[in-house]
């Protein structure tokens, strides 16, 4: 077997940005959480860090691209969401972006767009849920009407990360008349045109993070904003994804990671019946079948992190890590909630918080189920006919 850990360099920039995580993300995150103002402070210091510019080409800003992207943005979503979990999806989100103009963008959008998310700048979304198609994302209605140099959108996508602070938005649109995947083109929508309306969706968690609406009227987009080959916008799209399902898989384990470490260390604090608290295996056992659980998932995380690198087959292993380990991590969660008795329930404490951030990962970027539909594709592919 080939060696199954981080590089020096991984290892040494791990170590810089968990004592960032620790020192300046954590203290502050529970009163960053509860508010829905998107943390550019924070964000503009990741910038600085060099996290949002991972895996992007070094002429439009990036660090450059290497083989050891995928594992190191995992290791930095996984690190970076020990203090905040919501700061830490900046690398994984803007990423997500740039990786895409990178690789359809014309030079021009590039140019223009990638510098600006590299430096912390702007940040932008991925818009393709609609009020009639989630998980089934191919009934997408939002139409791209051609017309002399570029296109007019019209539609209305929900649920969109960064709708309410993105300055630029990747639209998923249909080409008029044209049914399911086939069709549909990826378009980089400035949020500042005319037509464009966002509004606000309050959510359970993630406040910060600008959750809403993009609706679209009639929006002029210019040819050069295409991102990818017109009509096969979807392909491309699904291909990033078998990188950000992992990476957010780790975010959560990050999040999970720092609640256990505070319950062990109020279990080692809190007196009961006259001892610590750790001393009853109701407590340290809990600990210790969490701590397992957290190692199996992240285990799991970068093995399809590792399967990426090697450029093998990792779309499944992908799905495995998107929905496992959240579930892994809001147990977790739960269970240090517990041994906090009174205090997990309180909001003065970050755990609850944690839970409700956490959970959006059950549903954003696809759900639970639908990775279920993918991993079992992979199973009875498989079969040997007996
Ligand atoms: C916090 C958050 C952030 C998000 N950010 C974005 C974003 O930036 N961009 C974006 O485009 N979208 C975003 N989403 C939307 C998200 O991708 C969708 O909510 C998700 O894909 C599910 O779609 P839906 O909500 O329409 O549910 P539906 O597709 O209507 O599903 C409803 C239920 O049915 C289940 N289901 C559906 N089909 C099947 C099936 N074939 N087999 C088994 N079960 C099935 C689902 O798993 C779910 O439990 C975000 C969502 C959340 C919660």
Request: hydrophobic fraction near 45%; charge should be negative; proline fraction near 5%.
């Amino acid at each position: 077997m080939n060696a199954f850990g981080f590089t020096e360099e991984q290892e040494a920039f791990r170590v810089e940005l968990d004592r960032y995580a620790r020192t300046r993300l954590l203290p502050a995150y529970r009163d960053r959480a509860a508010k829905a103002e998107f943390p550019w402070e924070a964000h503009k210091e990741l910038a600085g860090l060099g996290v949002l510019g991972i895996g992007l080409p070094e002429e439009f800003g990036g660090a450059g691209v290497s083989p050891e992207d995928p594992v190191t943005l995992g290791m930095v979503a996984e690190t970076l969401a020990y203090g905040d979990v919501n700061v830490a999806a900046a690398p994984v989100q803007s990423g997500l972006v740039a990786a895409q103009l990178a690789e359809g963008g014309s030079r021009a959008v590039c140019e223009r767009y990638i510098p600006e998310l590299v430096a912390g700048e702007q940040v932008s979304g991925i818009a393709v849920t609609e009020p009639g198609s989630g998980s089934d994302a191919a009934g997408l209605r939002t139409v791209a009407e051609p017309v002399a140099g570029g296109w007019l959108l019209s539609g209305e996508k929900i649920a969109i990360t960064h709708a309410t602070c993105a300055a630029t938005m990747l639209v998923y649109a249909r080409h008029p008349g044209s049914t399911r995947a086939k069709g549909i083109s990826c378009f980089l929508l400035p949020m500042s045109e005319p037509g464009v309306s966002v509004g606000h969706m309050p959510g359970m968690g993630c406040l910060p993070l600008g959750w809403g609406s993009v609706a679209m009227d009639s929006v002029f987009v210019p040819t050069e904003n295409l991102v990818g080959e017109e009509g096969r916008g979807f392909a491309a799209a699904m291909h990033h994804f078998d990188f950000s399902r992992s990476a957010l898989g780790l975010l959560c384990l990050g999040a999970a990671r720092a609640s256990l470490d505070e319950a062990a260390r109020y279990a080692t604090e809190r007196e009961a019946f006259g001892q610590k608290i750790a001393e009853f295996q109701g407590v340290s056992f809990p600990l210790a079948e969490h701590a397992t659980y957290l190692e199996a998932a992240r285990l799991l995380c970068f093995r399809a992190l590792w399967a990426r690198r090697a450029g093998q087959p990792h779309t499944a292993l992908a799905a495995m890590s998107k929905w496992w380990p959240p579930r892994v991590a809001l147990e977790a969660i739960q269970a240090a909630m517990q041994i906090h008795g009174n205090l997990g329930y309180s909001t003065e404490f970050p755990l609850q918080q944690r839970y409700r951030d956490v959970m959006a990962y059950l549903v954003a970027d696809g759900t639970a189920e639908i990775q279920k539909r993918i991993i079992a594709r992979d199973v009875f592919r498989a079969v040997v006919p007996a």
